[in-house]
C-alpha cells in the first residue's frame, strides 16, 4: 500500500478543518501530480503537453481517500495499484532537488534572458554550437530534455497548492506534503519557502538554438509577439522577439 499524505496548520485551520475552496484546489492539483506523474512513467516518451489519461489509466493509478485526522488538518490518499509507488516515487524525484533550493534563504527571481540570448548568439556564430534539427528531436528526444519536462509537470501542480500557503490574507499557515516513498518522505512548506519554490519552479532560461520548420502565421512589431505553425506537429506557437531587429 502506497500513501500521499496532506497536512495543513495555522491560522486557516479551525477546529481541524479547512476552507472548502482550499480544500478543493488541494484535491484538484494533487490528482493532477499524480496524473502527470503516472503519465511520465508510463508513456515511451514520458509526459507531454495536454496528454490526456484514459480510462485504463485512471483505474491503473487510482488512489482512494482516508479519513481526515486531527493535528491540524491531515488526510491521506491511498493505493495498492501496481504502479503507485512508482507514481510516489516519480512525485518524490521531481520535488526533492526544488526541496532542496527552496530551503535556502535569500533567493531572487533574478532573470537576465536578454543577456542569455546574446551567449547563444555568439556561439551559433562562432560555430562552438550547432542549432539541432526539432524533427529528429521529436523523433529521438534528449533524455535530459524529456526528464526535465516531466519534473516541471509535475512540481507546477504542487505550486498551485503552495498559492494558499503564500495567501497573506489566510494568515501564517503551514502546508506538509509526505510521500510513501522507501519509508516516509516530508516535505514541508512555510510562506518563505513557498514563494521560493514559486521562483525556482518559474524561472525561464533560454534552451539551445534549434530548427523548425512550418509557417509563420503572424508577426507584430508593436508587441513583437508572432504566431508559428509547425509542420511537424501542427501545433500553433507564440514567437517572441526581444526587438524588432530579431523580426527583420
Not at 496524473?35 to 512513467?41: E, F, P, Q, V
Not at 482512494?64 to 507514481?87: H, K, P
Not at 532537488?97 to 551567449?119: H, Q
Not at 509563420?216 to 509547425?230: C, E, H, Q, V
Request: no cysteine; proline share 2%.
Amino acid at each position: 500500500m502506497s500513501s500521499i499524505e496532506i497536512h495543513f496548520s495555522g491560522e486557516m485551520v479551525t477546529n481541524h478543518r479547512i476552507p472548502l475552496r482550499a480544500l478543493a484546489l488541494t484535491l484538484d492539483h494533487i490528482q493532477k501530480a499524480v496524473n502527470r506523474s503516472y503519465l511520465d512513467i508510463t508513456r515511451s516518451h514520458g509526459v507531454f503537453k495536454h496528454a490526456r489519461m484514459t480510462s485504463k489509466d485512471f483505474e491503473s493509478s487510482i488512489f482512494l481517500v482516508g479519513d481526515a485526522r486531527e493535528g491540524g488538518y491531515i488526510l491521506d490518499f491511498l493505493s495498492n495499484t501496481s504502479l503507485a509507488s512508482e507514481i510516489t516515487k516519480r512525485i518524490a524525484d521531481a520535488l526533492n532537488p526544488a526541496f532542496e533550493k527552496a530551503k535556502e534563504e535569500g533567493l531572487t527571481r533574478m532573470e537576465n534572458l536578454d543577456s542569455d540570448i546574446d551567449v547563444q548568439k555568439s556561439k551559433l556564430v562562432k560555430n562552438l554550437i550547432l542549432p539541432k534539427i526539432f524533427d529528429k528531436e521529436l523523433l529521438y528526444p534528449d533524455p535530459k530534455i524529456v526528464r526535465q519536462y516531466g519534473d516541471k509537470s509535475i512540481l507546477k501542480e504542487i505550486d498551485q497548492i503552495l498559492a494558499i500557503i503564500r495567501k497573506e490574507e489566510l494568515g501564517e499557515n503551514y502546508f506538509s506534503l509526505s510521500l510513501d516513498v522507501d519509508g516516509k518522505k516530508e516535505y514541508s512548506f512555510n510562506r518563505d519557502k513557498s514563494n521560493n519554490f514559486h521562483s525556482i519552479i518559474t524561472k525561464k532560461s533560454i534552451g539551445n538554438p534549434m530548427i523548425y520548420k512550418g509557417t509563420l502565421r503572424m508577426l507584430d512589431s508593436g508587441t513583437k509577439i508572432g504566431k508559428f505553425i509547425n509542420s511537424s506537429t501542427k501545433k500553433t506557437h507564440n514567437l517572441r522577439f526581444r526587438s524588432e531587429n530579431d523580426i527583420f
